[in-house]
């Protein structure tokens, strides 16, 4: 499990509100929608993957601690685009196929203009090395929608 972090652009907003801008992610990053799935992201959003300190615990200090990703603004998620477009990022050339499955949203805290959530995910990868399932939560602050 990982669990990311994000900002996303979208004002007041329900449950379902946010539910669509969760699935909107998943849909765009399984068609490979690069440029739409930036725009969810304002320029000082932060992506956070954490990585496991131990069997049972996260890391908690993305900028002291080994992170699977941690962009501090949209800038590194339009570099790892570039990186994919180009074949210039190794790891996924060629790139695999993948459907994510995400439930379970949940409003974790409402302000003015602003909200929270959290959402469970599953992505199934298919390329030339097989198959593979991996599964997480998201938590989302501040999105504006």
Do not use: K
């Not at 992506?47 to 049972?56: A, L």
């Not at 800038?75 to 995400?102: K, N, Q």
């Not at 599953?122 to 198959?131: A, E, M, P, R, W």
Request: proline content about 3%.
């Amino acid at each position: 499990m990982t669990n990311t972090n994000q900002v996303a652009t979208a004002g007041d907003i329900s449950r379902d509100a946010a539910a669509e801008l969760i699935y909107r992610e998943a849909m765009l990053l399984d068609e490979r929608q690069w440029e739409e799935w930036l725009s969810l992201y304002t320029t000082d959003a932060v992506f956070w993957m954490p990585s496991w300190g131990s069997e049972s615990e996260l890391i908690t200090d993305p900028e002291l601690e080994l992170n699977l990703i941690y962009f501090m603004n949209r800038d590194g998620l339009e570099d790892r685009v570039f990186r994919i477009e180009s074949g210039d990022s190794f790891a996924t050339v060629p790139m695999d196929r993948t459907a994510h499955v995400v439930g379970s949203v949940l409003v974790t805290g409402r302000e003015p203009g602003q909200i929270s959530a959290r959402a469970s995910w599953i992505v199934h990868c298919y390329g030339l090395h097989g198959s593979q399932t991996r599964g997480g939560w998201y938590e989302i602050g501040r999105a504006h929608v």
